[in-house]
């Protein structure tokens, strides 16, 4: 039986009533206690900073050079956080209402309302830290809009804001590094849980310049490992982004929730040929001045300016009035798809839409303009300050993109397309964030909480960071306390013994296939086969034709991989081939969770249930529930569910016209 | 945006581990497209070796957007290539021609050793922020975060400096391998902060005395380190370090 744990009470009295009442361990005791961090993201950072604070024993693992470059540097366009500074109706309510609504009633209330609560505290914390938030005139901390929501709170640096956030996390782990609380493991991969009488000991991590493997223990082990996008090849996530470490807890008996909720992000710079390594987005943020169109007629060649405006298609504008620009990913990225698929695409390969900023140009000239006191400007000095306030608020964007594809987007609209970005599925934890096996916690994108079937764009930087900063240090407490007599657990021990046995085994058995393959084009093939058939839309036929795909490429992988190099040497080939091997098992069970799910939410939209617009069709009498795999033997899953139950936000069918 | 594909030389160097002295090697890669990234170039050659039973070039890389800062690779005598304000992973092939030879290196820097090939060890800089890059708050004591007002231009020239990726192409353009671009941008990043105000006597001094412990040079203001550092970094901030750590040096109980 799966229970999360959710505290009795009133929604917005639950977290408190937990924390005046959840155990506590005394000073001294924490002192004796170990705990695991793998990974340094925003939720790994602030996690083992906070746990080190609070005078735990922490060790903290990543894969790249140094705990700064996790994924979650690359973050762009901000966070969010219910403080109302813009008195536009902002409250935590609110922020809690727009993101159940927006995760189309498929999260748990207890947790996103939480998440709502300590919003405002993480942004605080970050201002205290140093993070150099944007700022008005006066001083004060500056907010913009994101899609799903009509309030402005979302705090930004330029769009960078995830580098930002994460340089405080760091320094408040490295800091915690120089006092010797935290102990920082860089370039080490952790390859698999240890269980010792049915709880997390410890782990095997493998040192990816030495190829040794190692063994840790720890009383209580935290996966925050990062989103598995990079199943899909494609993605706006870095290159070694990767489920290795959520997968292995799977198979040692972590439940893997809702894995078919992936995000595709409508605005990211198209695919330009099979050399594509991965995708580059351009932020959210944007579309608060951009506006997203195609031309009227079907194949019109015409360059984008020379396009006069009764001949476009703003269709956001047009089918969703009054959200426009800023409806929700998911209704964003099919709107561009449809438009694409009935041939209204633009550029050599039809697969883009423009997402331009004349019209925002137009209007900051003009308000800079008057700032200024110039009167009757001419069109060129209003364009020319136009581009200046542009080029403040998303500077580095423009740059981005002009790099890649060398057009200046001052002077021609961008050309985008969705691209898979993020992943609100994940390992199912509860109330505490633990898994279902006892001291293994899962925090960030890696667990699957608090975004239902379709996360609100800045909202992942604030739950990793509540997660981490806010979350865990309470509610570790009330499973440590229990573990002050356990005396910690020699290496030697037989579990340990075994589980570093199964890993070495396992990396032997990639090494000495010896075929002709290598890693990357396997990938490629399975990246395909889930774009094409478990992406943007999805259906029956598809699902169960992927699967068959899958499971042949599988097979394929195991027969004829060829990996060079040594085990026992820094092999970056060898460290992708464990990744993609994992990504293969992964893709089946995302498949197989959406061909379960009869039924279209956020993210996952089956063609079989749409409303006659086109509009995701829930079905809520039937599939109002968490999906939670237990893996049960090779291909072979379980299916536990977790009825979801709104007292507060009543599920209705999402509008955003 | 016209397309072109090109066939090019390429001299990479190749070092099995620290130990190893290392050398030029020469490969030829044909039909590349000036659409792709630099590293997409790199994953077309190392493809290619793999295919003729050859080890792949081990090369530093992640987000591949210009913002991770682990990408680092010398290209024809510069960090990151030939690209103003660029990271390698965002240099993109239109920057050369057909027939180019191109010659690739790590960065070169007692404090960075080669790890194999194209990879060095950074963490010297890790060492470096423990040593006081940070402002020492503990999670849970922040007041309001509107409470204290921070003038706007200041805020910009703290974040301008906060943009620093850590990467180290200043370091490797350096003749002196100083690591003073990266250090003062930290400590401007920091100083420049009304919260970062307690602490910054010490950390200027704190950071400044590691970074001679790991090994990097002095700094002897030839701006190498700008010319080449992809988010930019300016020079003022040296002369901003500089500064705090004069003050400091007079101000601290040493
Ligand atoms: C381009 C881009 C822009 C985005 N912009 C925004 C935004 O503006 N706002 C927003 O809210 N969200 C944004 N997101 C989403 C957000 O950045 C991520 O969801 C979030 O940063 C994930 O943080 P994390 O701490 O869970 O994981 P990550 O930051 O991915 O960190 C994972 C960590 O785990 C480590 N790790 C993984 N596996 C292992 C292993 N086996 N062994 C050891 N270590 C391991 C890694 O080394 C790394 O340290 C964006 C995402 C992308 C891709
Ligand atoms: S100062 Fe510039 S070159 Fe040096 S580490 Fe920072 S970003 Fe890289
Ligand atoms: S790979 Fe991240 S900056 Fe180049």
Same mark, same amino acid.
């Given at each position: 039986m799966l229970n999360s744990k959710i505290p009795a009470g009133p929604l917005e009295d639950k977290w408190m009533n937990y924390k005046s009442t959840c155990k506590l361990v005394n000073?001294?005791?924490?002192?004796?206690?170990?705990?695991?961090?793998?990974?340094?993201?925003?939720a790994g950072a602030s996690a083992a900073a906070s746990l080190g604070e609070l005078g735990y024993k922490v060790k903290c693992y990543c894969f790249q050079d140094s705990p700064r470059r996790a994924h979650s540097i690359a973050a762009q366009g901000g966070i969010n956080a219910s403080k109302n500074y813009q008195n536009d109706g902002d409250s935590v309510f609110r922020l809690f209402y727009d993101t159940i609504k927006g995760g189309d009633y498929r999260s748990r209330e207890g947790n996103v309302h939480r998440l709502a609560e300590v919003s405002g505290n993480i942004i605080d914390q970050c201002v205290a830290q140093g993070v150099p938030f944007a700022r008005e005139y006066g001083g004060l901390l500056s907010n913009?809009?994101?899609?799903?929501?009509?309030?402005q709170r979302t705090f930004y640096a330029a769009g960078q804001t995830g580098q930002q956030l994460l340089i405080g996390a760091y320094q408040a782990l490295e800091r915690q590094v120089a006092l010797g609380n935290v102990k920082m493991y860089n370039r080490h991969e952790m390859l698999d849980v240890v269980m010792i009488d049915g709880k997390a000991r410890g782990i095997i991590v493998r040192d990816l310049i030495t190829g040794k493997l190692e063994r840790h223990f720890a009383h209580a082990v935290l996966l925050c490992s990062g989103g598995y996008g990079n199943v899909f090849y494609l993605s706006t996530n870095a290159m070694g982004s990767n489920v290795t470490a959520a997968w292995k807890a799977h198979k040692k008996g972590a439940y893997f929730a809702n894995p078919c909720y992936t995000q595709i992000h409508p605005t990211c710079i198209p695919v330009t040929g099979d050399h594509q390594s991965k995708l580059t987005l351009m932020s959210e943020s944007l579309r608060n001045d951009g506006r997203i169109w195609v031309p009227l007629k079907k194949g019109d060649d015409r360059k984008p300016t020379q396009i006069p405006e009764n001949e476009r298609d703003y269709y956001l504008e047009r089918r969703y009035p009054a959200y426009g620009n800023l409806v929700p990913r998911d209704v964003a990225s099919r709107a561009a798809k449809e438009r694409c698929d009935e041939g209204y695409g633009v550029g050599s390969s039809r697969q883009a839409v423009y997402l331009d900023f004349a019209t925002a140009i137009h209007r900051y000239g003009l308000m800079e303009a008057g700032k200024q006191g110039i009167e009757n400007a001419d069109a060129d000095t209003i364009i020319k300050l136009g581009r200046e306030v542009v080029k403040e608020k998303y500077g580095n964007l423009f740059d981005m993109y002009e790099k890649i594809t060398g057009e200046n987007p001052y002077l021609v609209p961008m050309r985008i397309y969705p691209a898979v970005h993020y992943t609100m599925g994940g390992l199912w934890v509860d109330y505490e964030l633990m898994t279902n096996i006892p001291g293994l916690y899962c925090l960030g994108e890696a667990n699957f909480s608090d975004h239902g079937a379709n996360r609100l764009g800045a909202s992942a930087l604030m739950q990793g960071l509540a997660d981490g900063y806010f979350v865990i240090p309470y509610t570790i407490g009330n499973y440590l306390a229990n573990e002050i007599r356990t005396e910690n657990i020699p290496t030697d021990h037989p579990a340990f013994v075994e589980a570093e046995k199964a890993?070495?085994?396992?990396?032997?058995?990639?090494?000495?296939?010896?075929?002709?393959?290598?890693?990357?084009?396997?990938?490629k093939r399975l990246g395909k086969i889930m774009w094409n058939k478990c992406g943007m839309a999805r259906n029956a036929d598809g699902l169960k034709e992927a699967i068959g795909e899958i499971r042949t490429l599988r097979e394929e992988f195991w027969r004829d991989l060829k990996i060079p190099g040594d085990i026992n040497d820094l092999n970056p080939e060898l460290d992708k081939a464990g990744r993609v091997a994992d990504f293969m098992e992964l893709a089946e069970l995302i498949c197989i969770d959406a061909l379960d799910r009869n039924e279209s939410c956020g993210g996952h939209f089956r063609e079989e249930y749409q409303t006659p617009e086109g509009e995701a069709l829930r079905r809520d009498d039937q599939y109002q529930y968490v999906a939670a795999w237990e893996l049960q033997g090779e291909n072979k899953w379980e299916l536990h569910k977790e009825e979801l139950e709104f007292e507060v936000a009543k599920p209705s069918q999402r509008s955003y016209k | 945006m016209e397309h072109y594909k090109m066939n090019l030389t390429l001299k990479v160097w190749r070092q099995k581990n620290h130990q190893d002295k290392g050398q030029f090697v020469t490969y030829q890669v044909a039909g590349i497209s000036s659409e792709m990234s630099f590293l997409e170039m790199f994953d077309v050659l190392n493809e290619n070796l793999i295919e003729e039973g050859k080890e792949p070039i081990a090369f530093d890389h992640d987000c591949r957007e210009g913002i991770c800062g682990t990408c680092s690779m010398y290209i024809n005598g510069r960090p990151h290539g030939p690209w103003q304000g660029t990271t390698t992973c965002q240099l993109h092939m239109r920057a050369f021609k057909d027939g180019d030879t191109i010659v690739v290196e790590p960065w070169r820097a007692n404090a960075f050793p080669v790890v194999k090939d194209l990879i060095v060890d950074r963490s010297a800089f890790d060492r470096i922020i423990q040593a006081g890059g940070f402002i020492s708050v503990n999670t849970g004591n922040a007041v309001d975060g509107n409470t204290l007002p921070i003038e706007k231009s200041r805020a910009d020239e703290s974040f301008a400096a906060a943009a620093c990726i850590g990467c180290g192409a200043c370091v490797a353009?350096? #003749?002196? @391998?100083?690591?003073? $671009?990266?250090?003062?941008? #930290?400590? @401007?990043?920091?100083? $420049?902060?009304?919260?970062?105000?307690?602490?910054?006597?010490?950390?200027?001094?704190?950071m400044i005395t590691h970074m001679d412990k790991e090994g990097f040079g002095a700094c002897s203001n030839t701006g190498a380190c700008e010319a080449v550092c992809p988010k930019e970094i300016s020079l003022d901030n040296i002369a901003r370090l500089n500064m705090e750590y004069l003050g400091s040096s007079l101000t601290m109980d040493k």
């Open positions: 000073p001294a005791n924490k002192r004796k206690l170990e705990i695991i961090v793998v990974g340094t993201g925003l913009r809009s994101f899609g799903g929501t009509l309030v890993v070495s085994d396992r990396i032997s058995r990639l090494m000495n296939i010896k075929g002709n393959q290598s890693v990357e084009s396997f990938h | 353009a350096c #003749k002196n @391998s100083s690591a003073m $671009l990266f250090v003062s941008a #930290k400590v @401007s990043h920091l100083a $420049l902060l009304p919260q970062g105000e307690p602490e910054k006597h010490s950390r200027v001094l704190n």
